[in-house]
């Protein structure tokens, strides 16, 4: 459906940059970064039909969740891009400048032109999942400090005693706060989405963390209609780089969630061990003489790839299901 207004929004902590486009001119404004008094500012600009306007803002971490959420809840269609395609767009058009209202407006003709697809919002406990698995790494990295400062005590020729209690005891605070809040996150997933939970657990190398991150951040996993649009979304599809007689190179892209692409890697260094399929992946590539980390990354992809089928099959994880499966197809030959 062809719109005729497209609202670009490029959000800040404080204010937000607005561009309304309706296909051949702007008007811009700058508004407190609150969902309702931005809403009342543009409101006397709006079409009658809601489906006519288009709300495009980037993905910027929490900052355009709450508005994108505020708009939704209202009936307006509303489109939450990535910022790299973003930025891809804006070098087409040549633009130069990089300011609040220039992007406002790119956002605003980017809606207006590619028709980019609607915001899909998360179920709340997956929000919520997603937001203590955070705070979980940052707790994390926490007590890594802590261990490292405790270890710098005492191998120090003159230890002071008070400050290692001081550490000690922090480290039991953040001890029971981790031990807390992967309770609660396990809790959580049960509550939300217990079937999925139980089927990504059955995967030798996919932990609690993983599972609840997964539930959290790639729900609902339907919007993805292949493993290889899932493995692109999480920045672990290879990018080709070739061109005339010039030899031809790979990298990852890192265009997706770091954060969920981290504890993916992490499970491989499991999986390369637990995981029968996976560790004979990793070792047929450590035998043709491929890097350890280029071999973790392909035993990444495998167990994503094993993921995405337990969650659309509905059948927990057997190493053998193909062959049980082929082996049935030739008997009814």
Known sequence: MKRKLVVGIDVGKERCAVSLFDG?????????SSPEELLRRITPYLPGKMSSVLF????TGVYHLKLALFLKERGYPVSVVNPFVVKKYAEMLQKRAKTDPVDA?????????ASPPPFVPRDKKAYLLEEIQKTIED??????????????????????????????EELQRIEETLRTLEKEAEDLALQYAPREYRLLLSIPGVG??????????????????RSKELASFLGLAPQIDQSGKRKERAWLSKRGNPFLRKLLFLAALSASRFNEQCRMLYERLLSRGKPKKVALI????????????ILR??????PHYLERKRSLAFQGT
């Open 313 to 318: 099959s509905g059948i927990p994880y057997d």
């Open 208 to 225: 609690k963390r993983l599972a609840c991150a997964i539930l959290g951040i790639l729900s609902p996993l339907t919007r993805f209609a």
């Open 298 to 309: 392909a035993v990444a992809n495998k167990l994503l790839r094993q993921i995405f089928a």
């Open 105 to 113: 407006r790119i956002l605003a003709q980017f809606g207006f032109f």
């Open 139 to 168: 707790y994390q990295k926490r007590r890594t400090e802590i261990l490292n400062h405790l270890e710098a005590l005492h191998h120090h020729p003159f230890p002071h005693p008070r400050l290692q209690k001081l550490y000690e």
């Open 56 to 59: 495009v803002m980037e993905a």
């Open 24 to 32: 051949e001119r702007f008007r811009d404004f700058s508004v407190p």
